[in-house]
T-cell receptor, first 114, second 118 residues
């Protein structure tokens, strides 16, 4: 039972490079989201999706793009990486059916932008 | 404004003893959910326990229980019979219908680092 998976686990980028952080879930969850975790600031919501073809901005969306072509996958794109995007990135998912509000997190991607 | 406060940056507990991690929250919405997550040194976020604002009883999951005091707006996590593997960062989080809405956004506290001593 894989749950939420993220790749890569670690990444080092140079300023201006682009990359895509991958996120997949096998629980048929409608809702998926991306958070970033920075020291002393907790986790902050970047983008979220309530279903395939539907995405919207969270609290800190600038510099990031997302798409949701399937229920399972929710990639996060950095078009031109900046040192301020050095962080740990978490993908999370939950069902929107029923009363279960639990959001399940992936293992995280540690990103360093030089 | 919606906010989660964890006032204990770090705590020590002896193995096999119980420990309480404090969490207070602020929201004006009557409908909200409270969560506790564990983040070990490996970095993943592990869901521990959930309490809904309308739940009549305090939530329990194995050795974890949530001491929910609605009038005080507190949702403390109690870990009974601490184990060495409980050493980790613990985050309290909240989702309310007013702030969360369609975003299902979770507001996180800054965390408490728990160290279990043998």
């Amino acid at each position: 039972n894989a749950g939420v998976t993220q790749t890569p686990k670690f990444q080092v980028l140079k300023t201006g490079q682009s990359m895509t952080l991958q996120c997949a879930q096998d629980m048929n969850h409608e809702y998926m989201s991306w958070y970033r975790q920075d020291p002393g600031m907790g986790l902050r919501l970047i983008h979220y999706s309530v279903g395939a073809g539907i995405t919207d901005q969270g609290e800190v969306p600038n510099g990031y793009n997302v798409s949701r072509s399937t229920t399972e996958d929710f990639p996060l794109r950095l078009l031109s990486a900046a040192p301020s995007q050095t962080s740990v990135y978490f993908c999370a998912s939950r069902t929107l059916a029923g009363a279960d509000e639990t959001q399940y997190f992936g293992p995280g991607t540690r990103l360093l932008v030089l | 404004a919606q906010k989660i406060t964890q006032t204990q940056p770090g705590m020590f507990v002896q193995e096999k003893e119980a420990v309480t991690l404090d969490c207070t929250y602020d929201t004006s919405d009557p409908s909200y959910g409270l969560f506790w997550y564990k983040q070990p040194s490996s970095g993943e976020m592990i869901f521990l326990i959930y309490q809904g604002s309308y739940d009549q009883q305090n939530a329990t999951e194995g050795r974890y229980s949530l001491n929910f005091q609605k009038a005080r707006k507190s949702a403390n996590l109690v870990i009974s019979a601490s184990q060495l593997g409980d050493s980790a960062m613990y985050f309290c989080a909240m989702r309310d219908a007013l702030l969360g809405g369609a975003t299902n956004k979770l507001i996180f506290g800054t965390g408490t680092l728990l160290a279990v001593q043998p």
